[in-house]
Antibody, heavy 123, light 107 residues
Framework: EVQLVQSGGGLVQPGGSLRLSCVAS????????MTWVRQAPGKGLEWVSD????????NYADSVKGRFTISRDNSRDTLYLQMNSLRADDTAVYYC????????????????WGQGALVTVSS | DIQMTQSPSSLSASVGDSVTITCQAS??????LNWYQQKPGKAPRLMIH???DLEAGVPSRISGGGSGTVFTFTISSLQPEDTATYYC?????????FGGGTKVEIK
């Protein structure tokens, strides 16, 4: 059974930093790209960032580029999101998710999700 | 970025009714359109990928269709457990983008 267990959310002041973690189990972590998706309170889903299986390639939404860094430790089966210079509009539940892999091709649909971590940016 | 527009933003129907949600893309996304169900306080659940491929465990009363820029998500006989918000998502052109969501309620 695939499991993605998240940790690291919390309350942080504007301008502050926070790191989210997502520990994976039930699949071969180093074979799959991973992604972060967020959801502001009462709002829809917004893709934030993704990273290739090897960790060599990362992509970011314009809204977080230069402030957030996605990374992974394949030896620990763990995905990270380092969030710096946080703003009030970064307040959201952040989800990690596994990107599908079909016949060795990456397919950007998300079959497995973490439970979510609430990040609140407020003074 | 490709804009995804869902309609309606909410709907209310009776148990047993057929309901359809529409998702329109601002440009052609081929067949690369997915649908998620989200219940309050829970992570999204993938229901359909690539326009019409049902995920394992998704009931057969749910179906997806369309191509290019207009896609549909249909529940043929609405059940109480279908109460949720549904999102479309394209991945033909990165970054992936989501529709604004459609809230489905039971009348």
């Amino acid at each position: 059974e695939v499991q993605l267990v998240q940790s690291g959310g919390g309350l942080v002041q504007p301008g502050g930093s926070l790191r989210l973690s997502c520990v994976a189990s039930g699949f071969i972590f180093n074979k799959y790209a991973m992604t972060w998706v967020r959801q502001a309170p009462g709002k829809g889903l917004e893709w934030v960032s993704d990273i290739s299986a090897s960790g060599g390639t990362a992509n970011y939404a314009d809204s977080v580029k230069g402030r957030f860094t996605i990374s992974r430790d394949n030896s620990r089966d763990t995905l990270y999101l380092q969030m710096n210079s946080l703003r009030a509009d970064d307040t959201a539940v952040y989800y990690c998710a596994k990107v599908a892999l079909v016949h060795y091709l990456v397919r950007y649909y998300f079959q497995d999700w973490g439970q979510g971590a609430l990040v609140t940016v407020s003074s | 970025d490709i804009q995804m527009t869902q309609s309606p933003s909410s709907l209310s129907a009776s148990v047993g009714d057929s309901v359809t949600i529409t998702c329109q893309a601002s440009q052609d996304v081929g067949k690369y359109l997915n649908w998620y169900q989200q219940k309050p306080g829970k992570a999204p659940r993938l229901m359909i990928h690539d326009t019409s491929d049902l995920e394992a465990g998704v009931p057969s009363r749910i179906s997806g269709g369309g191509s290019g820029t207009v896609f549909t998500f249909t529940i043929s006989s609405l059940q109480p457990e279908d109460t949720a918000t549904y999102y479309c998502q394209q991945y033909d052109n990165l970054p992936v983008t989501f529709g604004g969501g459609t809230k489905v309620e039971i009348k």
